[in-house]
């Protein structure tokens, strides 16, 4: 079984930086075979992809978010984390962590096969 839990915390100010935990268990983020996105979703709005780790560490961002986004794995706790810097009131939303299979990345959201539940980051003073 594989679980993906998001952690962080829920409220962050204007102009600080988002930091959200993504706790994989079942697998290993070191697998060849999959990669290990953000996606997020506002409040009346759609999904929106922000990026993806790879086991080999390779990162890759919407173009978008490049210039506010960093993810980073750390294998020895099985983790990759989010960071979302300069955060505005418009950056409120659901975050998702996810596994993707490299085989289907061209199915972009149908080829995750799991997602964490989500959790709500609140931006606001």
């Known amino acids: 079984q594989v679980q993906l839990q998001e952690s962080g915390p829920g409220l962050v100010k204007p102009s600080q930086t988002l930091s959200l935990t993504c706790t994989v268990s079942?697998?290993?983020?070191?697998?060849?075979?999959?990669?290990w996105s953000w996606i997020r979703q506002p409040p009346g709005k759609g999904l929106e992809w922000m990026g993806a780790i790879l086991h080999s560490g390779s990162t890759y961002y919407s173009p978008s978010l490049k210039s506010r986004t960093s993810i980073s794995g750390d294998t020895s706790k099985n983790q990759f984390t989010l960071h979302l810097s300069s955060v505005t009131p418009e950056d409120t939303a659901v975050y998702y962590c996810?596994?993707?299979?490299?085989?289907?990345?061209?199915?972009?959201?149908?080829?995750?096969?799991?997602w964490g539940k989500g959790t709500l980051v609140t931006v606001s003073s």
């Open positions: 079942g697998d290993s983020i070191t697998t060849n075979d999959y990669y």
């Open positions: 996810t596994r993707g299979y490299k085989g289907s990345w061209y199915l972009g959201r149908d080829g995750m096969d799991y």
